[in-house]
């Protein structure tokens, strides 16, 4: 498939143990953010999103977590899985309609 | 099922040409747009639509344009003005263009040139 994936960062991880997928972003105006994943040669598919006035927002085995201070945002997953194996990116709604700025992702590999 | 359907899946463009992808929705949304993907990077917004008959460029709108005739199609056209035009396209739809509306995407159209 394709890849929308070079240069980005990998983090590699044993299948079962719990990830985390870190994503700095760039306006401290920013109030609304979103996690996606990307399979090779697919569009992003919608994790969990998060608005400013919550620190943590919990999923599916999923978990966000939003530093204001840091302008820092985080995405766990619990005991991972190889279907979790894609690109990861999150995206910041900057406060003008809903016009996103996209990270460029993080590769998640799985290892069994 | 409800989603964005964006055809074709590949696409292949000559020197001087024209090419239409294009991109539909039953999700009964108002918001549509067109991304650009290269590897290694975010997603570059095109062209995004608020509302029928209405779009707005985005921030790499030259050599493309787009038309809104219907609610649950916006076709994005690749013109020969743009240059480097090989890349992943994706078109994605929101309830409604206002904040806190999370974005779906299609499956996308791999342009290539020969």
């Known amino acids: 498939g394709e890849s929308v994936g070079l240069h980005l960062p990998t983090l590699s991880v044993q299948e079962g143990d719990n990830s985390i997928i870190n994503c700095a972003y760039s306006?401290?105006?920013?109030?609304?953010f979103i996690w996606y994943k990307q399979e090779s040669g697919k569009g992003p598919q919608f994790i969990i999103d998060?608005?400013?006035?919550?620190d943590k927002r919990q999923g599916q085995r999923v978990t966000v977590l939003l530093n204001k201070t840091v302008k820092h945002l985080s995405l766990q997953i619990a005991a991972t899985q190889p279907g979790d194996s894609a690109v990861y990116f999150c995206?910041?709604?900057?406060?003008?309609?809903?016009?996103?700025?996209f990270g460029a992702g993080t590769i998640l590999r799985v290892k069994s | 099922d409800g989603g964005i359907t964006q055809s074709p899946k590949y696409l292949f463009r000559k020197e001087g040409q024209n090419v239409t992808l294009s991109c539909e929705q039953n999700?009964?949304?108002?918001?549509m747009y067109w991304y650009r993907q290269d590897p290694g990077q975010g997603l570059r917004l095109i062209y995004y639509s608020q509302i029928v008959n209405d779009f707005q460029k985005g921030d790499i709108a030259e050599g493309y344009s787009v038309s809104r005739e219907k609610k649950e199609s916006f076709p994005l056209t690749v013109t020969s003005a743009q240059k480097n035009p090989t890349a992943f396209y994706l078109c994605a739809s929101s309830i409604i263009f206002a904040g806190n509306q999370p974005q779906h995407f299609g499956d996308g159209t791999r342009l290539s040139i020969l």
């Open positions: 995206a910041e709604n900057m406060g003008y309609g809903n016009k996103l700025v």
């Open positions: 999700l009964n949304h108002d918001a």
């Open positions: 998060i608005r400013s006035n919550m």
């Open positions: 306006n401290s105006a920013s109030d609304y």
